[in-house]
């Protein structure tokens, strides 16, 4: 079974950064996977935040835009999500996942706390 550990989170001033990483082990298929972050807040769903494609192809959500870069790294099957200029309203349990063909993955989660 495929397994997604995420790491990184944590608490940070509003303004600081955090780099968020997902190791995926029990597989060689890394590389074709489209890779995603998720969130989600207390009380809300879970929500796309960047995603990136076997390719390398990125999209972000449009709160994402601007201060947030998902990376990946096959051979390290690692995907990576830098958040800079963090806000209060990042605040989140942040998901990794791994899509292939029909099937998805994710990982425990990590929690970032931005606060004063």
């Known amino acids: 079974q495929v397994q997604l550990v995420e790491s990184g989170g944590g608490l940070v001033q509003p303004g600081g950064s955090l780099r968020l990483s997902c190791y995926v082990s029990r597989t060689n298929l890394f590389s074709t996977y489209t890779m995603a972050w998720y969130r989600q807040a207390p009380g809300t769903q879970r929500e796309l935040v960047a995603s990136?494609?076997?390719?390398?192809?990125?999209a972000y959500a449009d709160s994402a835009k601007g201060r947030c870069t998902i990376s990946r790294d096959n051979f390290k099957k690692t995907v990576y999500l830098q958040m800079n200029s963090l806000k209060p309203e990042d605040t989140a349990v942040y998901y990794c996942?791994?899509?292939?063909?029909?099937?998805?993955?994710w990982g425990q989660g990590t929690q970032v706390t931005v606060s004063s």
């Open positions: 990136i494609t076997s390719g390398g192809s990125t």
């Open positions: 996942n791994a899509q292939f063909r029909s099937y998805a993955y």
